[in-house]
């Protein structure tokens, strides 16, 4: 396999393309840097297509390691020949090269090398040969059986050599590959509920007598199954009817004129059921799940990638409240900066009910630093804690906004090392509502310091391969740390480990030197760092700001290997860097500055967008979130109401939107839009202010049916004052 062609054609790239992108990984540049400062190189691929390369190149290079493996272990058997050696090396899939390995495997035990040792590979031979006379088979099992002791009888070789008959078709890889195909096109997933099963089998109610084709069964549905299974709620199997196997087994066989033919048959039959079915089965059903869980995390991906870049509500003083009840809800009033200003608890809620002792203690905190927003956790106790705000903000007539935050992975923060080491004097609970304050304020810094799998906008994330979910999701959290940039001088430890080409090692290093020296005063200084090397300071200085620093360069993404063009060009143009020289060479042409600079064009327009809006953070342009000032709950709630609301989580099937009443209501994927949606992230993203519709409300099960039919749709997130 000739790994750049593959690539090429995979990803429909010139050879150029491939080649100087394969040279920048395995020069150990990152997929940020090589997108963001390599484009000429690249073609301008941008870093999601850069990581599909990255898995991709290492998926063929595996394939190729375990292609030379093969090869070497078959030749050791003196068994390769020059056909068996075209085949591994034109083998495309993993799967494939194991199918023409499997006869060369070391075998345990089987009813097939039982006979084999008994001698009757012979009887086998003939049975398959067309010509053999029936006369002369029982005549050679005959003298098998008179002249070997472990052979009893002439059915007992028979029988013997069927069972290496069914081996051989089982080990064969042409026949392996056409089931395979087949059961994929035109089997079956049956499921069953199991009987006397003990837990409550209301979330697989619908798989309880249930069946799909292979090939058009969703993810989330075999996901689900999956899950069913693993519970021991369901039992789950491939189907296929037997009549569009054995023809083709058959065909690898002396046809029905041989007098062999019911012998042929027979040991087909045994094959496919004993042998084959049970393989395949395993075989479908793990691709089925990893195609699942592939489909799975790109949905997790996507919907993490609109979480963290939500855009900050900048300049607010915030009181963060972890609702509860027992323990009271925990408070914490954070400034402008996410500086802790005040803690307490109060107990509004069951079983407590102080809701005259909350109220004075939350309006006096609200008074005291001037607080501009109330952020509200979504977990236990959350509904009864917005009621109680929501009537507060009514009786007290203060002008206060409060919006309900999705407090996902919130404990698991406030209980790791790293919160204990920033918040030594808190206990777990008043961290959280830290925690809840802050990710209002910077939904990216806050949330980063979280295990991605844990902050809940996935679905059935728990029951993926965790390592490759941690890549994936790894991924998007260093794209978009990435793609936002970091102030250098205020980046806490866990969003500087997301800076290209930093560690945990060197991010405390950063951290540890900012303590002792002061403020960064330029991106050269990181050079002064401990252990901060060559190549970790040019993957790392573009994404890395300086603001307010001497020299301006080191607010915006233009990388320091680029100043001296930059400055060449504040010649040439008369203008220092700034915004006006962004301005003015925007009126000349952008080629000839490029060739005159020595800069690449693509670099160049970059370098162009920064100058103009030095300090940029992307997400300052998308839409607000929306904040509230009054409450509902789910039985003031009827069918046809039309409600604003915010999309919470988006998944294979629909959205789950928050509408004010705690519990999300579902908008399924036939509810979307007026036309056909295929994925609905096509249509929402989390964050997205959006009209819905009530379908029907289910107040037992506190489920939600809502629609997004035939409403028209706000053009932007729109804050309420």
Known sequence: MNIINELAEHFKL????????????????????????????????DDQLLRQFSQKLNNLRALEQRKEEITRLISQQEKLTDDLRRKIETAAALSELEDIYRPFRPKRKTRGSVARARGLAPIAEMIKNPRTKMADLRDAASRMAASNDEVDSIDDALAGAGDIIAEQLADDADIRKLLRRTLYR??????????????????????????????????????????????????????????????????????????????????????????????????????????????????????????????PIRNRVV?????????????????????VLDTGVIYPTPPHNKLDEAGKMVLEKLERHQVTLIAIGNGTASRETERFIGQLIKASQTRVPYLVVSE???????????????????????????????????????????????????QYQHDMSQKRLDEVLGGVVEACVNKVGVDLNTASAALLTYIAGLNKTLAKNIINYRDQKGPFSSRKDLLHVPRMGPKAFEQSAGFLRIPGGSEILDNTSVHPETYEQVYMLSQLLDCRPSPSLAEKAKQCSVEELAEKTGLGVLTLEDVLNALARPGRDPRDELPQPVLRSDVLEIDDLKP???????????????????????????????????????????????????????????????????????????????REE
């Open 186 to 311: 035109q089997g079956k997933l049956i499921c069953k509920a199991v009987k006397n099963h003990q837990d409550d089998r209301d979330v697989f109610a619908m798989y309880a007598d249930y069946e799909e084709p292979v090939a058009k069964m969703p993810g989330y549905r075999i996901l689900a199954v999956n899950r069913g299974e693993k519970e021991k709620a369901l039992s789950v199997k491939l189907f296929i009817d037997d009549e569009k196997i054995m023809p083709l087994i058959l065909g690898y066989l002396p046809d029905a004129s041989s007098e062999t033919h019911q012998l042929c048959r027979s040991a087909a039959e045994d094959a496919w059921k004993r042998l084959l079915l049970p393989s395949l089965s395993t075989e479908i059903r793990r691709q089925m799940t990893e195609n699942a869980e592939e489909g799975a995390m790109s949905v997790f991906a996507v919907n993490l990638d609109h979480l963290l870049l939500q855009p």
């Open 14 to 45: 010139h050879r150029w393309q491939v080649e100087n992108t394969l040279s920048l990984i395995d020069e150990g540049n990152t997929i940020p840097f090589i997108a963001r400062y390599r484009k000429e190189r690249t073609g301008n691929m």
């Open 408 to 458: 996902s992975g919130a404990s698991v923060y406030s209980a790791s090392p790293e919160a204990a080491e920033e918040f030594p004097d808190y206990d777990v609970s008043l961290r959280s509502a830290v925690s809840i304050a802050r990710r209002v304020q910077d939904p990216l810094a806050e949330l980063v310091k979280i295990e991605p799998r844990s902050i809940g906008v996935g």
């Open 640 to 718: 046809d109401m039309i409600l604003q609301g915010v999309v919470r989580n988006v998944a294979d099937f629909g959205a789950f939107v928050d509408i004010g009443v705690h519990q999300d209501g579902l908008v399924h994927i036939s509810e979307l839009a007026d036309h056909y949606v295929n994925r609905p992230m096509d249509v929402v993203k989390i964050g997205q202010a959006v009209q819905v519709k009530v379908l029907q409300v289910d107040t037992v099960r506190k489920r939600i049916s809502l629609s997004m039919k035939h409403i028209r749709q706000p053009a932007e997130n729109r």
């Open 319 to 339: 009181l963060g409240i972890d609702p509860g009840y027992r323990t009271g809800c925990k408070l914490a009033v954070v400034n402008q900066t996410g500086r």
